[in-house]
């Protein structure tokens, strides 16, 4: 399973921004999906998470500015990031856990390239 992440960018505070992910492969459902940011030098941290039933979880940095959504049938999360910060300054990767609909079931867990978000003043 492969995942292409989209739509970072230049934004000023205060502003909007959507990231936009998209799975792909053969033969393949998704469990959870996720969004996480990474600042050069620093940890990896979850910013915020959705299951296949659509219950969402947010990093408290985040929370009620940022919102989580899903479509099972496309495959698809988006990350609608509203209220920008500066330290919301990032590189963000779409993380998904997938498990095949084959005979002989495989587990796994793409990540997709990063997306740079640059929060200005």
């Known amino acids: 399973v492969q995942l292409q992440a989209s739509g970072g960018g230049l934004v000023q505070a205060g502003g909007s921004l959507r990231l936009f992910c998209a799975a792909s492969g053969k033969d393949f459902s998704i469990n959870g999906m996720n969004w996480h940011r990474q600042v050069p030098g620093k940890q990896r941290e979850l910013v915020a998470g959705i299951t296949r039933g659509g219950s969402t979880s947010y990093a408290d940095s985040v929370k009620g500015r940022f919102t989580i959504s899903r479509d099972n049938a496309e495959n698809t999360v988006t990350l609608q990031m509203n209220s920008l910060k500066l330290e919301d300054t990032s590189v963000y990767y779409c993380?998904?856990?997938?498990?095949?609909?084959?005979?002989?079931?495989?587990?796994?867990?793409?990540w997709g390239q990063g997306t740079l978000v640059t929060v200005s003043s």
């Open positions: 993380e998904a856990d997938w498990r095949t609909l084959t005979d002989k079931v495989v587990v796994g867990r793409s």
